[in-house]
């Protein structure tokens, strides 16, 4: 999971980020709703530099461009303010990788599989922290990964903190759409 990956790769390779960037803009020209969404950012100084490299193959210039960032890294929670200043419009919590960077675990490894858990006190006080910063400054916050697809209980908490959006597994849309309005109707009334 750890190494030569996300944004620091598209730093290190920009001839290749350049073309993927391109391959982005062509399919924008027909599909508005394409946004970007950068993965393992590891400073809010590597996010500037990406930001950069998207801005220079004129990503920006349309009013329907959104540049996101993943929060997979215990960094992306700690700094979360100062990667909002570098100009994000949201952010997506990958709770698999969030969560074995937190606990230390690694939930495709049997030995220790079993720590793996995505509802831990450490795990959730980060989520908190993300859902209410992103609140906070007006960025949109969502979550992927396993979590939210497994736990309706950790749904529900997630719409009472106050997420923008939930991804889920197609078999799990239905059932955690009806814990999202049923949190929601126990919100507004």
Known sequence: MLGFRGAFRYI???DVFTLELTAIKKVREKYKNLWLMIPFVRSPGELAKVRRLVAAEGLFSGPTFKFWMMVELPV???LLEEF???GIDGVSVGSNDLTMLIEGTDRDNETVATAFDER???VLWAL????KTCAK???SSSICGQAPSTYDD???ELVEMGITSVSVNP?????VRHVILDTERKLIS
């Open 76 to 78: 992306n929670v700690i």
């Open 84 to 86: 909002i200043k570098v």
């Open 171 to 175: 078999d799990a849309v239905n059932r």
């Open 137 to 139: 400054a007006g960025v």
């Open 120 to 122: 831990s006190p450490a």
């Open 154 to 156: 950790l749904v529900a």
């Open 12 to 14: 290190a390779n920009p």
């Open 128 to 131: 908190k922290r993300v859902v």
